[in-house]
């Protein structure tokens, strides 16, 4: 069987027993620090659940390179070998004023391509997952390959980054679809076009822990997974991000470039 494959239930439980360390904390006096803005938040459970993971992944896979959000990994300069990407909540800020609407995500990467990615909506208990070329899942339920909708056909989400900060943009992309949806959690939204209730999310600036699990999980259904100006992701930086069906990708380009 295919390595990664063979990592899947592993990395699934550990993906459990953080969900069961984070919903334990709801009952208890976070401890909060801001990052780049009043926005951008961490917790002491951020941390607790980034050092439990790399702690079982040194344990596991000692050697194997680790990249989290929240710095307890390792440097990097390039992707080479097998790298872990790790979000440990992704959607913090719902995790702290609602308990509701937040991630575990996880990635496992060998030479900068995607090969085992899985996002976790802690409170939906959705593990949405995928290995390349094996096709993605909700818990033990194949995703069917997305319906090539175009963006006057169906919903799409936009980070609340780009409706304040882009809001030209992103009303001309709400405007041209049926309707726009917000949730705050960049794995969920992904999740949730991947599961074809959306047909995009659009994202002014997202790191690569926010991109990894949900672009293996949506190109194994069909999406197309870009920056915003539809050139490759690039997993060693923060990225303007676009993921779509096929045709609402290109609508969503072509909009973009008449706004500049
Ligand atoms: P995070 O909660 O892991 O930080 C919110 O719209 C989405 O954008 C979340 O998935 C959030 O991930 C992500 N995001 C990326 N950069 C961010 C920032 N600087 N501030 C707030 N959210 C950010
Ligand atoms: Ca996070």
Not at 136 to 155: F, I, M, Q, W
Request: proline content about 3%; overall charge negative; charged content about 25%.
């Amino acid at each position: 069987m295919n390595q990664f494959i063979e990592r899947t239930q592993l990395i699934q439980e550990w993906i459990y027993d953080a969900a069961k360390l984070i919903k334990s904390s709801f009952e208890e006096n976070l401890d909060i620090q801001q990052k780049s803005n009043r926005n951008d938040l961490v917790t002491n459970i951020d941390k607790a659940v980034e050092k439990q993971f790399i702690e079982k992944i040194h344990q596991f896979f000692p050697g194997e390179r680790i990249m989290g959000e929240e710095g307890f990994g390792d440097e990097f300069q390039n992707l080479d070998g097998i790298v872990w990407i790790i979000d440990p909540i992704d959607g913090t800020l719902n995790f702290i004023k609602q308990q509701y609407d937040f991630a575990i995500m996880v990635a496992v990467y060998e030479d900068g391509i995607g090969q085992a990615g899985f996002i976790y909506d802690v409170m939906q208990d959705k593990m949405y997952s995928a290995h390349k070329g094996k096709g993605a899942y909700c818990n033990k339920k194949k995703l069917p390959p997305v319906k090539d909708l175009s963006l006057k056909e169906g919903l799409v989400a936009i980070s609340s980054a780009l409706m304040s900060k882009e809001e030209g943009l992103a009303r001309l992309v709400g405007r041209a679809s049926s309707g726009v949806r917000l949730i705050g959690s960049a794995g969920i939204e992904t999740a949730h076009v991947a599961s074809g209730q959306l047909i995009g999310y659009i994202a002014a600036s997202l790191a690569p822990w926010d991109i990894a699990a949900g672009k293996i999980i949506a190109e194994e259904v069909g999406l197309i997974y870009t920056k915003m100006n539809g050139s490759s992701i690039d997993l060693l930086q923060k990225n303007p991000s676009l993921v779509a069906t096929p045709t609402a990708h290109k609508e969503i380009i072509m909009l973009l470039n008449t706004k500049k």
